[in-house]
């Protein structure tokens, strides 16, 4: 069965930081990755995807992710944080047989903290 | 352009009750999938709706169903409740014939809690 695996469950950045958020995956394909943003009481907004094609994907809000096929990782980025980056962090992988909209299977979660 | 719309936004059962909710899904969109995600956990897939019929389904018990209508919006009816139901349920609209190419749109949940 397909997993993901978010290694930090809290994070803290001061501000004006850079910044990387862990994922790793189990997948028998190619997969599709995604990076969703949660603020609290919040539904999920898409940071980026990576369907196919050029494995640096850029996203909103200046964030960027890299695939990594040999080591099973998609990481989120972000060169310089601010204090509104502030939120729980998913990533998630498509199913084996649909597309990007069909269910996913999501990883617990990276709690980030921006320090002043 | 309204989004993913649910309702109501918080709700409060006993244990034992039925619960329903609701969510209309983005202008253009024909499917709906829900979500639970509990306290501290990443959201988890309970199904999938497409043309009023269920078409995936994740790993959860009977007492999770679902409907969808014709204008395609979506119900979610949760049987029996316990209090390990208590969580925030997501819903995610998409276009099915686009489903390969593109991703869902969330809406903002229902927070249900059971005492």
């Known amino acids: 069965a397909q997993s993901v695996t978010q290694p930090d469950i809290h994070i803290t950045v001061s501000e004006g930081a850079s910044l990387e958020l862990r994922c790793n995956y189990s997948?028998?394909?190619?997969?599709?990755l995604f990076w969703y943003v949660q603020s609290p009481g919040q539904g999920l907004q898409l940071l980026l995807k990576y369907f196919s094609g050029d494995t640096l994907v850029q996203g909103i809000k200046g964030f960027e992710a890299e695939f990594k096929r040999s080591q099973s990782s998609f990481n989120l980025r972000k060169p310089s944080v601010h204090w509104s980056d502030a939120a729980e962090y998913f990533c998630?992988?498509?199913?084996?047989?649909?597309?990007?909209?069909?269910?996913?299977?999501f990883g617990k979660g990276t709690h980030l903290i921006i320090q002043p | 352009d309204a989004g993913v719309t649910q309702s109501p936004t918080h709700l409060i059962k006993t244990r034992g009750q039925q619960v329903t909710l609701r969510c209309s899904p983005k202008?253009?969109?024909?499917?709906v999938s829900w979500y639970q995600q509990a306290l501290g956990q990443g959201p988890q897939f309970i199904f999938q709706?497409?043309?009023?019929?269920?078409?995936q389904r994740g790993n959860f018990p009977d007492r999770f169903s679902g409907h969808q209508f014709p204008n395609y919006s979506s119900e979610l009816n949760v049987n029996a409740l316990l209090l390990g139901d208590s969580a925030l349920y997501l819903c995610a609209s998409s276009n099915y014939r686009d489903r390969v190419i593109t991703e869902a749109f969330f809406g903002q949940g229902t927070r249900l809690t059971v005492v």
């Open positions: 709706y497409y043309e009023e019929e269920e078409r």
């Open positions: 202008s253009g969109h024909d499917t």
């Open positions: 998630a992988v498509g199913p084996y047989s649909g597309g990007g909209a069909d269910g996913l299977t």
């Open positions: 997948y028998g394909a190619t997969p599709y």
